[in-house]
């Protein structure tokens, strides 16, 4: 799919012209609304500082978080401006609200490279919404943000990869109004997604985590029918032991599930990897303390919350000779000292497999927080996604929307 990208607008030349970018800025926030993780935000910066140094006139939107009835001060984007303008060297403003009066005045006011961010676009209910007539009409009042004086329209950067794969006014609607490019992130994120999908080099090993069977089973299948080896990990581990009838303890368990991984197990068992032993507590804390005991012999009263190191030998003798490898999910509960081995053990198999010459992405989310928080190097990985969900619908072979439209012209 041919698709323009940022160099095609800056070809084009944009100073003083208005140009509309969609950013990823959904960054976690702790409770003091401190940020924990910005790499949304350092991941946005490229496209930004070209566009600003080249003498556009910026607005950005972005979301954060799931506010549910209109504006919330706890889902506002005032400490993300104030981040992303020390990533950038340069002011940053906040319009007050998405489209009102605030928006529209500051809107008018810049100048050749400033950068307008507004206030979260879901405290705007039609960005979400599923009429297109209502949708359409935002994306039309976000295009009128970067029209010039004279009505000529400005231009659309999509460079939110975390949200491609949702069908929204700011992130597909509006490039049905105006002309529009990929930025340089969603351009890098689809170039690293077409070579694990079409030119992979084998071995190829996948490394799958997280809570539920249920969120990634049709990754499951479509990843097993393709990868050479698919190592299952974190809560969803539970439920695959649990169909081989096995007591899982109080772990994480999808009962409804467990018929479903019996036949996954059945159908490709020789690709599938599963824990051999498991670290135990008896409860859901970071105090708890650690028991290892085999994965077929977890106590009554006890959860697991990590893989132990047993697993994690045989995984990294798994991924030791890989030459492609795709990492989404967290082996146990990271957050957690006592319980974050797996999940650091895993990550450097992957490390040290990427020295060796593998291609490795990690597939965002949980797995690029763990990342930086169990301090390993960025430059570890070939490629640290910033959309979960995104690369995973991507892998499983569906169409992303606001992939799909930056391809028609």
């Not at 649990?242 to 479903?260: F, K, N, P, R």
């Not at 009263?301 to 003798?317: A, C, E, Q």
């Not at 763990?370 to 301090?375: K, S, T, Y």
Request: glycine fraction near 12%; hydrophobic fraction near 40%; charge should be negative.
């Amino acid at each position: 799919m041919a698709v323009k990208t940022l160099d095609d607008l800056l070809a084009e030349g944009v100073s003083g012209r208005g140009v509309l970018v969609r950013s990823d800025l959904n960054v976690p926030l702790d409770d003091d609304r401190n940020i924990t993780d910005p790499g949304r935000i350092i991941a946005s910066v490229p496209t930004l500082k070209a566009l600003s140094d080249a003498g556009a006139k910026v607005v950005v939107t972005a979301h954060l978080g799931r506010p549910k009835d209109g504006p919330d001060p706890k889902f506002s984007l005032a400490p993300v401006a104030k981040a992303l303008g020390e990533q950038l060297g340069r002011h940053v403003q906040l319009a007050t609200d998405v489209v009102g009066s605030d928006a529209l005045a500051r809107a008018e006011g810049l100048t050749d490279g400033d950068i307008l961010l507004l206030e979260n676009i879901r405290f705007d209910p039609r960005e979400t919404s599923k009429d297109d007539n209502e949708r359409l009409a935002l994306a039309g009042q976000l295009a009128e943000l970067v029209a010039a004086p004279d009505g000529t329209p400005g231009a659309f950067v999509s460079d939110g990869f975390g949200v491609v794969h949702r069908k929204q006014a700011s992130v597909y609607d509006v490039a049905t109004l105006l002309p529009h490019y990929a930025g340089t992130l969603v351009a890098a994120e689809i170039k690293v997604l077409e070579q694990l999908t079409s030119s992979t080099e084998r071995p190829y090993a996948v490394v799958l985590g997280g809570s539920k069977v249920s969120d990634k089973l049709a990754v499951i299948e479509s990843l097993a029918e393709k990868a050479d080896s698919l190592v299952i990990g974190g809560g969803m581990c539970f439920t695959f032991l649990a169909s081989q009838g096995v007591s899982v303890g109080t772990s994480l368990l999808e009962e409804s599930m467990i018929d479903t991984c019996r036949k996954l197990l059945d159908t490709y068992g020789d690709v599938i990897h599963l824990p051999v032993d498991i670290v135990v507590a008896e409860k859901f804390a970071a105090d708890s303390p650690p028991e290892r005991v085999p994965a077929d012999q977890i106590p009554e009263g006890k959860m697991g919350l990590d893989i132990g190191p047993g697993s994690v030998k045989r995984f990294t003798n798994l991924l030791s000779n890989a030459k492609t490898i795709f990492w989404n999910g967290p082996m146990g509960v990271f957050e957690f000292p006592a319980f974050a081995d797996g999940t650091k053990g895993v990550a450097e198999a992957i490390v040290g497999a990427t020295a060796k010459g593998a291609f490795s992405v990690v597939g965002g989310g949980d797995s690029a927080a763990a990342v930086r928080q169990l301090g390993l190097p960025d430059d570890g990985f070939s490629h640290i996604s910033t959309g979960g969900g995104a690369s995973l619908e991507y892998l499983e072979g569906k169409t992303l929307p606001g992939i799909e439209v930056l391809g028609n012209s």
